[in-house]
């Protein structure tokens, strides 16, 4: 279901890039984002629209004439997050400001932001916001509430201007919504249907982010591995990650986030082949019972996806696998909560996000019996942490004495000290006097490690 049409793509680089020297209609904008990656490049490319406008982003809400609120809703404490934080600009308690909700939590309530927060001016789906500077341009002529909420699905991958505000890896969105129909899930009703970006486009942005100097670009995607190819060249998944490892000047390739259900033998010969992509999978597993599976409706088994990790553990590159975790989903008796746990055990994740079950609007899981209750989730959740936290450190711990590249992207308020990621994702923070490394590659040898980073030494 995506757009063949060929795309120009304009990516504003830099620092606030675009918004030097004044406004040409005054206003200043600020962006609070909430969420995964997509939901950060989606922030990126709002600000890039605004900017091309003559807006101006700044740094506080204090500043800005429109506050707008990116949001995530994949997970109840997500949204009830926003809610939160839109109660600290209701009439009286700050500044008057144009207030915007964006993203998930937009789309799936629509209307009822504004019953539950009046002072909300406007209210826009990740499909829309090409429509930005229109729907302000109403606001400003007199409309009090304004709405953008069309999944414009054929649209979804015309012109975008996008603003890069990571100036070490570059988002890049190569597909939108999804068709898997988890009964847990609202990305169906939120993003839509799965549609994908013509490799053309893709191939020709990321020749594009090499110019603007990025080395290290991301592929993004609800399920990036179920990518369909619309142009003539029917590239598949792997077929894409290749062209892109293989266009110079890009050093690394990463992807987030595959399904089991589509992730081919295919993907894991690509990373084997080209050092240039990562060997790093995101693969969400979210139970490691079938039955639970079954009500999750995943479309995978147990034994299918371990099957999966065995593919991936048997390449020739180690690659390190993480992976999604929800407990307490409804029914789930302890008997499936064990084969979670056992799960983890033979799995041997490198790293995994885990959650407490919460039921979302317009899911099926939504009507189920949910008749875990919130301590019993709490308790399960502590334990898979606590197991999954000490299976991290005995991986990292078996990595001292290792040396390994990484690409320098931060940097401690401590002297000379030093945060970079590994081709696998992990982190690695360092000692290193003198010159700045931001944005170089060195080599790093691990001296020691914790449940999530590793510490070393600079090696030249």
């Known amino acids: 279901m995506g757009s063949s049409i060929d795309i120009r793509l304009e990516t504003l680089t830099g620092p606030r890039a675009g918004a030097a020297g004044s406004p040409r209609n005054g206003k200043a904008f600020f962006i609070e984002t909430f969420g995964c990656q997509m939901n950060v490049h989606d922030s990126e490319k709002v600000a890039g629209v605004l900017l091309a406008r003559g807006y101006q982003q700044v740094d506080q809400p204090d500043d800005a004439d429109v506050v707008f609120f990116n949001t995530c809703s994949i997970r109840e404490k997500a949204a009830q997050k926003v809610f939160s934080r839109l109660g600290k600009f209701r009439p009286g308690h700050a500044p008057e400001k144009v207030i915007g909700v964006l993203g998930c939590v937009a789309q799936q309530e629509g209307e009822e932001i504004f019953e539950r927060a009046p002072w909300v001016s406007l209210v826009c789906g990740s499909a ?68 994908s970006r013509s490799s053309h486009a893709i191939l020709e942005e990321v020749r594009q982010l090499v110019d603007f100097g990025y080395t290290e670009v991301q592929l993004l995607g609800q399920t990036v591995n179920s990518y369909r190819d619309p142009s003539p060249g029917r590239m598949t998944f792997a077929e894409l990650l290749v062209a892109v490892a293989q266009v110079p000047g890009i ?55 371990l099957e999966i990790i065995a593919l991936i553990r048997g390449a020739k590159r180690p690659i390190s696998i993480t992976t999604d975790l929800i407990v307490g989903f409804p029914g789930e008796t302890q008997a499936d909560f064990e084969e979670t746990l056992s799960l983890l055990d033979v799995a041997q994740f490198d790293g995994a996000f885990s959650f407490k079950f919460s039921p979302r609007p317009n899911t099926p899981a ?5 008749s875990i209750p919130e301590e019993e989730k709490g308790r399960r959740l502590a334990v898979v942490q606590e197991k999954q936290r000490r299976i991290q450190l005995a991986r990292h711990e078996a990595l001292a004495g290792k040396t390994f590249e990484v690409l320098v992207d931060g940097r401690s308020s401590r002297a000379d000290q030093w945060a970079g990621r590994t081709c696998c994702n992990r982190v690695l923070n360092f ?30």
């Open 128 to 195: 829309s916001y090409r429509k930005l500077p229109d729907l302000l341009a109403q606001i400003e002529a007199g409309n009090r509430r304004v709405m953008g909420l069309d999944l414009d699905v054929d649209e979804t991958f015309e012109t975008e201007l996008t603003r890069r505000d990571n100036p070490f890896r570059a988002y890049l969105t190569i597909i939108e919504g999804c068709d898997k129909a988890c009964t847990y899930c609202v990305v169906p009703f939120t993003r839509g249907p799965e549609r």
């Open 366 to 370: 939504q009507h189920m019996e949910d």
């Open 251 to 305: 050093r690394r390739v990463r992807f987030t986030t595959s399904h089991p259900r589509d992730f081919q033998p295919e993907i894991v010969q690509a990373i084997d082949a080209f050092p240039a992509i990562c060997n790093h999978v995101h693969l969400p597993v979210q139970s490691g019972s079938t039955r639970v599976l079954a009500a999750m409706q995943r479309t995978y088994t147990r034994e299918q996806y």
């Open 431 to 460: 000692a290193s006097p003198g010159a700045n490394l931001l944005g170089q590659y060195v080599h790093v040898k691990v001296n020691r490690a914790g449940p999530n980073s590793l510490v070393g030494e600079h090696v030249t």
